[in-house]
């Protein structure tokens, strides 16, 4: 079975107590009392290393004295997240940075997004750093990669949902009706969303800057419109 290795205490505890992955064994330095409790009920017992060792398997990541080796990464379909009620789907255009990846994938499971979709080519996957950033949430939030995001986002229309490109020059999000089922797209760090995909969209929606920088980090723009999406539906 192929493996891999994720580092840092809060993934790997998440990663245990999710149960979506299999963990085959548990590095920690320092006795980390929260990671062995969790290890427990998975029937795993960590092994104590020097953190020399434990810096060789994390190769440079920040691990905090723990590093685990699992399953890979679990990726969904796009399916499973049009069969949850009032989908709510991010869809990331060719995000290349997995810190960026990680810390949308935060952001949404902080507000209960049905999942992320992410093209298989030429953007940032599950890698141990993006599962890093995301302090975990990769382990509970469903990511689908697709081929074609074209051709996703036809199929997430037809299932329903209204489909925009977050991008400058849209219509304010508080402007716009998104409390029913709802996609959000986003472009990568450099070029924004692509033609081609931003023509497959319904329409654009902004976040209106009032300061002097033209733009948010992809995380944070996420965050701030799964949040609205949230309070159009009554949130809490």
């Known amino acids: 079975m192929k493996q891999e290795l994720i580092y840092g205490s809060r993934p790997v505890v998440e990663t245990l107590q ?14 980390d ?16 290393v020097s ?18 080796r699992v399953e890979p990464y679990p990726y969904a379909g ?4 049009l069969a949850a009620p009032e989908p709510l789907i991010l869809v990331l255009d060719g995000v290349t940075d997995p810190r960026n990846l ?11 997004a049905s999942g992320v979709v992410v093209p298989k080519d030429r953007a940032a996957g599950m890698t141990a750093a993006a599962v890093k950033a995301s302090a975990g949430a990769s382990e509970h939030v469903r990511v689908a990669r697709e081929t074609n995001l074209r051709r996703a986002i ?3 229309k037809d299932a329903g949902l209204w489909v925009y490109a977050a991008e400058a020059g849209g219509a304010p999000f508080s ?13 990568s760090e450099g070029r924004g969303v692509r033609r081609l995909v931003r023509e497959a969209c319904d329409g654009r929606v902004s976040i209106p800057m009032l300061g002097n ?9 996420a965050a701030v419109l799964l949040y609205e999406v949230r309070r159009q539906r009554g949130w809490p």
Do not use: C, Y
């Open 175 to 187: 402007k716009l009706d998104l409390a029913g089922p709802v996609g959000l797209v986003f472009g």
């Open 78 to 81: 796009l399916g499973e997240m």
């Open 154 to 156: 036809e199929k997430m």
């Open 102 to 112: 990680g810390a949308v994938l935060r952001a949404a499971d902080g507000a209960g």
């Open 18 to 31: 999710s149960g979506r992955r299999k963990v085959f064994e548990v590095f920690d330095a320092d006795g």
């Open 213 to 221: 920088v033209g733009s948010l980090n992809i995380s944070v723009a």
């Open 51 to 68: 953190r020399q060792r434990v810096d060789e398997l994390a190769r440079g990541g920040v691990h905090q004295g723990v590093v685990a």
């Open 33 to 48: 009392k929260e990671v062995a409790k969790a290890a427990a009920t998975r029937g795993v017992k960590p092994k104590r």
